[in-house]
């Protein structure tokens, strides 16, 4: 799979980038229609003025004409707040229009990124798609917004007072339209130009961005370092990079917008000198030169402001590459066209069949080979192993994070790659050994398995994982907030409301990876008992590095450089003398059954390989 930077350089290729929000725009075609009303009022609006104007010079000013004089400054007047009007609707409905679209983008690309696959994100970092989806969504809303609607003014004006000038005077148009490939050229060349640099700067501020993001998410490591220096000098580099970039889009930018200008206005002077000597020969009257003035002003000034939309445009261009990238982004974990339905109701079966496989990362290094195993419904098997040795690849393959290299793995007797992974994975509750908790309330991460539960059920589910006394000693009991990632619970009260999603889950299948490492002594006898509870009936797999988690077990699977080398109860292991009773008989002798086999035997036994 390509890396989003890979998919960049694809991406800088496309033409018409901006052309990916027109699905977005059409969606509210109210807002569309009542910008563009109010859009082409306000330029009629404007266009109307220089033949108001042309009539009143040819008339000429004299006392005797004070009523009518009066009553054109009135109808001048009116004009002017027809445009008010006219522009004040024409801004509600396009900054509505890019807020709207805008929301629209930000929920389909979050939604996009949580289906993409574990390898995705084995590949990418979560800062840079969070960049992404902040500060790249907010520059298309300024385009959306407030940009397009300038760019179809100024298109507008720009076209209107051409025409408008060659109604006028054709003989003077034609000079005017004589230079205008000297002006449009540049333009276009100046803009590939800015597009580049712009997106080169966006690129560099996400980089920034995303080790800021690191940084904060985990201040007390730096701290406990006293690395908070050398995080400064890095993000101090990170956003002179960004700077450096951000300024030579501002020069390109600087030098599109000063030669547009330059080229215009340089042009408009020339062909009104030109105007006046026909003035001065009778060919014209002052009034006529006098509104082919105003409108070689209108077309110019509308040219110039559209060189420097043409900027923004390109930024957003790039901004709009980069979601563009997301979007396209393919799942390589997705449902079947038909998926084949899991069987009700659920049996808790778990096959592995002569499983081969290598993470997309590291796709020549064998993760599994040739492993088989079948968990009986309502059997509890325990995992051991070195790290490295396979065990937690066992449960991203359940969970179908990942699709097998060769082989297969059944849920009910269905190939996981045969059905929905939505289904399959409702069929299974995870206790990690690494939790993951939001900055919500103790009572919303409870519930995050189980949406909509109650909270007799979530108060429920907290007792039986023994959290319930010790959340109600918090502040706010179970609407406690709890910090990013639970900063402000200890590990073991973590431990404990996982153990409590899982309860309420209520799910046929469970894994739990090492689920009590986190415990005291007495906090895990009491977390145990609950554990116990919760596996009956239910199919059970463990991950574990303390033997005594897995003395209960009905069956033990121990691994080894991606195999399974043994397999059978922990008497009948002993009994066998191999790998497995040699890794017990450490850690018995040393009568510390808390003790890790990376202590016992150099064999680390945890679950996070």
Not at 304 to 331: F, H, I, M, T
Not at 375 to 404: N, Q, W
């Amino acid at each position: 799979m390509a890396d989003l930077t890979e998919t960049t350089q694809k991406a800088r290729r496309s033409v018409r980038p901006l052309t990916r929000l027109v699905p977005y725009v059409m969606r509210y075609p109210h807002l569309v229609i009542g910008a563009l009303v109010f859009l082409f009022v306000a330029a009629v609006t404007t266009l109307s003025l220089p033949m108001a104007i042309r009539r009143m010079i040819d008339h000429g000013f004299s006392a005797q004409d004070a009523g009518f004089i009066n009553s054109y400054f009135s109808m001048l007047a009116g004009i002017a707040i027809l445009l008010a009007f006219a522009s004040a609707c024409r801004y509600y409905f396009v900054i509505t229009l890019g807020e709207r679209v805008v929301s629209d983008i930000r929920r389909d690309v979050f939604d996009h990124v949580m289906h993409l696959s574990a390898a995705f994100y084995d590949a990418n970092r979560s800062g840079e798609i969070v960049s992404r989806l902040t500060a790249d969504t907010t520059q298309i809303k300024s385009t959306v917004g407030a940009t397009a609607s300038l760019a179809l003014r100024n298109t507008i004006l720009c076209v209107g007072a051409g025409a408008m000038m060659f109604i006028t005077s054709p003989k003077l148009s034609g000079l005017v339209l004589a230079v205008i490939p000297l002006i449009v050229f540049p333009l276009v060349g100046f803009g590939r130009k800015v597009r580049k640099r712009s997106r080169e700067a966006q690129d560099s501020l996400a980089e920034a961005m995303t080790f800021a993001g690191e940084a904060i998410g985990a201040t007390r490591t730096v701290q406990a370092f006293n690395t908070e220096k050398s995080s400064q000098a890095r993000f101090s580099k990170a956003v002179e990079v960004a700077f450096t970039a951000a300024r030579k889009s501002i020069l390109a930018r600087s030098v599109l917008t000063g030669f547009a200008i330059a080229m215009a206005f340089g042009s408009i002077v020339a062909v009104l000198w030109y105007g006046a000597q026909s003035v001065l020969s009778g060919e014209i009257t002052p009034g006529t030169l006098g509104q082919f003035l105003l409108y070689s002003v209108f077309a110019a000034g509308s040219l110039g402001a559209l060189s420097e939309v043409w900027g923004e445009l390109s930024q957003a261009a790039g901004a709009s590459e980069r979601l563009s990238e997301l979007l396209d982004e393919v799942p390589q974990i997705r449902a079947p066209s038909a998926p084949k339905p899991l069987p009700l109701p659920a049996e808790g079966d778990i096959r592995f069949d002569d499983v081969h496989f290598a993470y997309p990362a590291r796709p020549d290094t064998s993760a599994l080979t040739g492993t088989s195993f079948h968990v009986r419904p309502g059997e509890t098997v325990a995992v051991v192993g070195a790290s490295g040795a396979g065990k937690s690849t066992l449960f991203s393959l359940i969970l179908r994070f990942y699709d097998v290299t060769t082989g297969a793995v059944l849920i009910d007797h269905v190939d996981v790659r045969d059905a929905d992974p939505a289904e399959v994975r409702a069929r299974i509750a995870l206790v990690p050994q690494d939790v993951t908790i939001f900055a919500g309330s103790v009572g919303s991460n409870i519930a995050f398995g189980r949406p909509g539960a109650s909270q007799a059920d979530i108060e429920a589910a907290a007792i039986a994982a023994q959290a319930h006394d010790f959340i109600l000693a918090l502040d706010q009991g179970y609407d406690t907030p709890v910090g990013e990632r639970g900063i402000t619970l200890s590990g073991g009260q973590r431990q404990r409301v996982a153990i409590a999603r899982a309860i309420l889950r209520d799910a046929p299948i469970l894994l739990l990876d090492e689920a009590t490492s986190a415990l005291d002594a007495e906090n895990e006898k009491l977390v145990q008992k609950a554990l116990e509870v919760l596996m009956e009936n239910r199919t059970t797999i463990v991950i574990a590095h303390r033997l005594a988690t897995v003395l209960r077990a009905d069956r033990i699977l121990v691994m080894d450089k991606g195999r399974i080398v043994e397999q059978g109860t922990h008497a009948e292991l002993v009994a066998r003398g191999g790998l497995y009773a040699r890794l017990a008989r450490l850690q018995f002798e040393h009568g510390a059954e808390a003790l890790t086999l990376d202590a016992a035997s150099g064999l680390e036994m945890k679950a996070g390989e």
